[in-house]
């Protein structure tokens, strides 16, 4: 499973430091949506879904959490901690988010709207639609 991390530019000085994000350029599609989630207790574990069509870049502008991506036949782990990295998370990926520190504030630009029939929230139905989806290809 490849996993894209994108380095966001940062402009800073005396003053401090700025990052500006640019759909279509250092985000890779369309931005239609963005939301962010905070105050997330350490042992509480997000996500637990994936996206039939749905991009994301996800980031940490504070704090840090882990991220644990599965394609289905393989499962990577990645840590934002760096307010300069974000990191791709392409459909067909079923995604957890965790271990959040107290300040954390996970950040993430979507390429659509809110659209739950995009929504796959059962484990199993996602590897269904995963092995559907590979058997198309072929």
């Not at 490849?2 to 402009?11: A, G, P, V």
């Not at 800073?12 to 931005?31: M, S, T, Y």
Request: hydrophobic share 35%; proline share 3%.
């Amino acid at each position: 499973m490849e996993i894209q991390i994108i380095n966001f530019q940062s402009h800073g000085d005396e003053r401090g430091e700025l990052i500006a994000l640019e759909e279509n350029k250092n985000i890779p599609f369309e931005v239609k949506r963005v939301y962010f989630m905070y105050n997330t207790k350490k042992e509480v574990h997000r996500g637990f879904h994936a996206h039939k069509k749905l991009q994301q870049v996800l980031f940490c502008p504070c704090g840090s959490c882990t991220i644990k991506l599965d394609s289905g036949k393989e499962t990577v782990t990645v840590r934002l901690s760096n307010p300069t990295e974000g990191l791709v998370v392409e459909a067909n990926t079923w995604r957890e988010m965790y271990d959040f520190t107290p300040e954390a504030v996970l950040m993430v630009l979507a390429s659509d709207y809110y659209d739950e029939n995009d929504y796959i929230r059962d484990y199993d139905e996602f590897l269904q639609y995963v092995e559907a989806c590979e058997r198309k290809k072929e």
